[in-house]
């Protein structure tokens, strides 16, 4: 248990809808970032956030956005739902932003139909 | 453009015997590389990880070397357990690039045979 938790675990949706995936970091952990797995990409790095305020972007399509609350847990909005959306989403976290070790929580996957 | 591959998409391993995972990579801004270990229906878990000034880093079972030059590095497990069979992730990161989101290879899938 990495003490990073994710909800849904997971969530089948229709095209051009709306959802939010929820993160809560480890406790003490002030980055959060998020990342899609699918069968063809791998890993790819989406959005990071540190202490409230975004820190990095990578692969993250303009449909999809990201916040990170007060308390450090953090949302990724998904919108406009296309088939190739489906996926796995990880949240990771570490204690600082420089720091690269990241801990990863179980993940939600999304069903797009 | 994947700056990170591992180019075995799986590999088959006795119990007792090492295993040896492998990595490349283009991006020469990189400084500091991370393998992870994955199980299905779980999240990665960090495994160890080392960073360009050095060569190598131990931990228990686990080591991971680092050839600058070659932009190679690999991951040692001596020696193999059935647990240790899982998909391994290696990724790299540029520290202080203003980017921390790790850049992941698209695994190996390691068994270790009884």
């Known amino acids: 248990d990495s003490g990073v938790t994710q909800t849904p675990k997971h969530l089948i949706t229709a095209t051009g809808q709306r959802v939010t995936l929820r993160c809560s970091p480890r406790?003490?952990?002030?980055?959060v970032y998020w990342y899609q797995q699918s069968l063809d990409q791998g890993l790819q790095f989406l959005i990071q956030y540190y202490n409230g305020e975004e820190r990095a972007k990578g692969n993250i399509l303009e449909r999809f956005s990201a916040q990170q609350f007060p308390d450090l847990h953090s949302e990724l909005n998904l919108s406009s739902l296309e088939l190739g959306d489906s996926a796995l989403y990880f949240c990771a976290s570490s204690r600082t932003s420089g720091n690269n070790e990241q801990f990863f929580g179980p993940g939600t996957r999304l069903t797009v139909l | 453009d994947q700056q990170v591959k591992q180019n075995s998409p799986s590999l088959s391993v006795q119990e007792g015997r090492i295993s040896i995972l492998n990595c490349d990579y283009t991006?020469?801004?990189?400084?500091?590389f991370l393998w992870y270990k994955k199980y299905p229906a779980e999240g990665p878990t960090f495994l160890i990880s080392?960073?360009?000034?050095?060569d190598k880093n131990e931990d228990g079972r686990f080591t991971v070397f680092l050839n600058k030059s070659a932009k190679h590095l690999s991951l040692h497990i001596v020696p193999s357990q059935p647990g240790d069979s899982a998909v391994y992730f290696c990724a790299a990161a540029q520290v202080g690039g203003g980017a921390d989101g790790l850049t992941f290879g698209k695994g190996t899938h390691l068994i270790i045979q009884p």
């Open positions: 406790s003490g952990d002030l980055s």
């Open positions: 080392i960073s360009s000034i050095k």
């Open positions: 991006n020469s801004m990189f400084d500091y």
